[in-house]
């Protein structure tokens, strides 16, 4: 079945500081990647799509230049928090479309202190 | 843009008895309206999905109810079991090319009680 990865699992950093968090597709090409934010006992909430090669479509009130998105290839998107604080502590959460459906990776769970 | 309500928020049910899991969506393009289970910091796993040209879908102990006219849906679990208990999310989407976004409902939590 279609898989996705995450990478890291957890991730602790100071404020200040930028986090790179990467989504991969190991056995499948997607077309489209998206990037959700989940706070404690929250729902899963869209920052942004990511399409290869073009760059990334955001939703309303996410800053796209303190979330940077790449995607590189088919296979591979990135995340990056820049310059994070303390209010940027998540659960991050990629998933990767294909023509079959949607797959979600494991999450990113970032801590700012 | 979409806008997902789901009720109730939380929901304990004993074990064996049924559980019922309602949502409303705003656009009436959408047109796929998945329902995903995630336990305590994992991620979300799609567990059944309806698309609008079907009232009703089955799967074992889950089936879900789709009324386009009011624009909403339901999910329903019988003869629930302890590991049924997790956040229950269900999603609506405009389905029909690979951009098309997946908005959440807020969630509901479900506690079997043995």
């Known amino acids: 079945g279609a898989v996705v990865s995450q990478h890291p699992s957890r991730v602790i950093c100071k404020s200040g500081t930028s986090v790179k968090i990467e989504c991969r597709s190991l056995?499948?090409?997607?077309?489209?990647m998206f990037w959700y934010r989940q706070f404690p006992k929250q729902s899963l909430m869209l920052m942004a799509t990511s399409n290869e090669g073009s760059k990334a479509t955001y939703e309303q009130g996410v800053e796209k230049d303190k979330f940077l998105i790449n995607h590189a290839s088919l296979t591979l998107s990135t995340l990056t928090v820049t310059s994070a604080h303390p209010e940027d502590s998540s659960f991050y959460i990629c998933?990767?479309?294909?023509?079959?459906?949607?797959?979600f990776g494991p999450g990113t769970r970032l801590t700012v202190t | 843009g979409e806008n997902v309500e789901q009720h109730p928020s939380t929901l304990s049910v004993q074990e064996g008895d049924s559980a019922v899991i309602k949502c409303t969506y705003s656009d009436s393009a959408s047109n796929y309206f998945p329902w995903y289970k995630q336990e305590l910091g994992k991620r979300p796993q799609l567990i059944i999905d309806i698309r609008s040209n079907v009232g009703e879908k089955k799967d074992q102990r889950i089936a879900v109810t789709l009324n386009k006219t009011a624009k909403h849906f339901s999910l329903h679990i019988t003869e629930t079991q302890p590991e049924d208990s997790a956040v229950y999310f269900c999603?609506?989407?405009?389905?029909?090319?690979?951009?098309?976004?997946?908005?959440f409902g807020p969630g509901t939590s479900l506690s079997v009680i043995p």
């Open positions: 998933s990767a479309r294909d023509r079959q459906g949607e797959y």
């Open positions: 999603a609506a989407s405009v389905a029909g090319t690979s951009y098309d976004k997946v908005i």
């Open positions: 056995d499948f090409q997607a077309t489209t």
